[in-house]
């Protein structure tokens, strides 16, 4: 079984600032695949970054990177140089076996 | 390359009726999604084909709901008789199989479905 866990229901940034958005993913198996997808009020899910687990380095997209630290089940998403388009709600994901997501963060992004 | 297709966009049926979606996934994707996302939640996965064999359908309430995956492309996704509970978007995603089978999923704009 694997569970998500997002424990911030919604964050606020300044434009241009950075924020950190917190996941936990838990797991038995040592193989597999994490996430963050962004959902904008048209309901499509996006894809911003994702993360093998078997991988050390940390993914980096542009201006979105994690911080994985498998030990500690800890896969956080840092948006840096924030803008208003980022303004959605993150959700935070994980694929063992099948793909489940968590409850998700709202980001708001204030100019 | 053309990207995953719902329709409807939306849907509005009274309780006790019977409502279908449709996915096309994108072409050569050997794995389609369904998920339910309650309004303010995150997205519940209903079931999973891999080609057209189901891989998960745990989450799935067989009583009322059904889906199935004609020639390994095209799904849709039944509800009857439908619950003022079913209320929520129906997203449909599809991913490539590779080796590993764990790769990236697409999603479509989704289904929203409120029944009264």
């Known amino acids: 079984a694997q569970t998500v866990t997002q424990s911030q229901p919604e964050m606020s940034v300044q434009e241009a600032e950075t924020v950190t958005l917190s996941c936990t993913y838990d797991?038995?198996?040592?193989?597999?695949?994490l996430f963050w997808y962004k959902q904008p009020p048209s309901r499509q899910m996006i894809l911003v970054i994702r993360?093998?687990?078997?991988?050390?380095q940390n993914a980096t997209e542009n201006r979105f990177s994690v911080n994985f630290q498998k030990a500690a089940k800890s896969f956080s998403l840092k948006i840096s140089d924030s803008q208003l388009g980022d303004a959605a709600m993150y959700f935070c994901?994980?694929?063992?076996?099948?793909?489940?997501f968590g409850t998700g963060t709202r980001l708001q992004v204030f100019p | 390359e053309a990207g995953v297709a719902q329709s409807p966009r939306y849907k509005i049926i009274e309780k006790r009726q019977s409502v279908a979606f449709w996915c096309n996934p994108i072409?050569?994707?050997?794995?389609l999604y369904w998920y339910q996302q309650i309004l303010g939640q995150g997205p519940k996965l209903l079931i999973q084909?891999?080609?057209?064999?189901?891989?998960?359908d745990s989450q799935l309430p067989k009583d009322r709901f059904s889906a199935e995956r004609l020639k390994g492309v095209d799904s849709t996704l039944k509800i009857q008789p439908a619950k003022l509970e079913d209320s929520a978007v129906y997203l449909c995603?599809?991913?490539?199989?590779?080796?590993?089978?764990?790769?990236?999923?697409?999603f479509g704009q989704g289904t929203r479905l409120t029944v009264v």
């Open positions: 993360q093998e687990a078997y991988k050390q």
């Open positions: 994901a994980g694929d063992t076996d099948k793909l489940i």
């Open positions: 995603a599809s991913s490539p199989k590779t080796s590993t089978g764990k790769v990236v999923a697409f």
């Open positions: 072409s050569g994707h050997a794995t």
């Open positions: 797991t038995s198996e040592s193989d597999y695949y």
């Open positions: 084909f891999q080609n057209n064999g189901v891989v998960d």
